[in-house]
C-alpha cells in the first residue's frame, strides 16, 4: 500500500466524491431548564459534540452485514448525547476502485471523527496505516486479530461475535426442515473466519440430522460453493444468484447464506413459487426474512450496537483499552436487543415441531452441555483437528485452516 503522503494530491478530489456517503449532523442539543432557586436561567452545559464515524465494505441498506453495522451506528448515536455518526460506506473494489480504506478514514477525520469503525476482515491493513497516521483518533477493527497478534497500534481494538453459535443454529434449523437431506452453503471468499462457520453450519446441520431427525450421517449431504467476496462484484466473483439456482437444480432444498446479501433467499423463494420446496436462512441482519418470509427458515444476525456504545462512550471519557473481543450470546435472552451480540430470529417457514426442537439445540448450547467442536474431528485431508475426548480450543477455531470432513467443497482458493 502507498503511503499516506504520496497520496495527499488525490486526496483533494476523493474528498468530493466521499462526501456524498457521509452522515448528516445531529440536531443541536437544547438547553436545561433553568433551577428554580436561581436567580437567572441558567442553561445546562452543553457537551462537546463526539463525531464518530464508520467505513463500511458495502451499502448501507444491504439487508445483510452492513446494513447491521449501520443500525448499530444510529443505536449509538441514540444512546450518546452529543455524538454525531458519519459514514462511507462501498468501500471495495466494485464501487469504490480507486478509495483505500486509509483515504475514507482520512476524509471521516477531516470531518471531525475522533472515533472510527472498520467493517471488513480486508480492512486490518488500512485500518492500521490510518491508525498510525493519526494516534489522536480510537479505531476499532470488526472482525480483526491485529491485537491478538500484537501487530495492530495502541489505538486501535478488534471485536467479533461469535456467530459459530448462530450458524450452528442455521445448520440445525436446514437439517430440521430439509425432505432430501441435501444443504448447500452460499459462501463468500474463503479465509479462517468463513472456514470456521460453514464448519459450525455443518457440525448444527450434522448434530440435528442425527439426534432429532434419527438420521444418519451418510444421509447427509453439505456441500459450500464460494463466490469469491462478500457480495456479488460482476466480472470478478461467480455470480450468486446463478450459484443458489445451481444449488437447486443439484437438489438441495435448504439454502445456507454466507454472504452479505439475500440473493440466497431471493432465489428459494423464487423456486418455491414455482412450485419446488426450497428454504433459505439469510445472514447478518435481523429483518433479512422479510424478502421471502414463506421460505424462510430463520436468520442468525449481530447486534453490534450494544458493545459499540460502551466502546465509543469509554473512548469519549479517555478510558480506551486496546483488546481483541470475541463475544458470545447473551445466553438469557440471545434476541435482546440491549445485551447480546449475536441473535436468532426464527422464520416463519419453521415448523412448530422443528421450532421446539431448535429451542433444545439452544439450550444445549447455552448449558455448555453441547460442544460440537469436541473430538474426534477431522478436517477434509484426513489430518485430525480435535482428538477424542477433547474439545478445540478459541485458538483452533479461530484460525481453523480447513473444512471438516464431511463438507464438500474448496478449504482453501
Known sequence: ????AVRSLAMALLFAVLLTACGAPAAAPTAAPAPTAAPAPTAAPVAEEYVFGMVLVGPINDGGWNQAHYDAAKYVEARIPGSRFIYIDKVNPADRPNVTVEQAAEELINQGARFIITNSA?????TNIAAEAHPEVYFLHASGDD???GDAPPNVTNLMGRMEFGKMMSGCVAALQSETGRISYLGPLID??????VNSAYLGARYC???YRQRSADELAFKVTWIG????IPGVTLDPTKVAN???SEGSDVIISGIDTTEALVEANKATAAGRKVWAVPYDFK???????????GVPYYNWGPRYTEIIADAREGRFTPQWEWIGPDWSNINNPDTSIIGFVKGPALSTEHAASLDDFTSKLASGSLQLFSGPLAFQDGSEFVAAGAVATDEQIWNTPQLLKGVEGQSAP
Open 147 to 149: 491485537v491478538l497478534s
Open 287 to 297: 429483518e433479512a426474512c422479510a424478502k421471502g418470509e414463506a421460505v424462510c427458515l
Open 1 to 4: 500500500m502507498h503511503p499516506i
Open 122 to 126: 480486508e480492512f486490518a491493513d488500512g
Open 209 to 211: 440430522w442425527e439426534n
Open 246 to 248: 445451481d444449488f437447486i
Open 192 to 197: 479462517p473466519e468463513t472456514r470456521r462457520l
Open 229 to 232: 467476496f462478500w457480495f456479488n
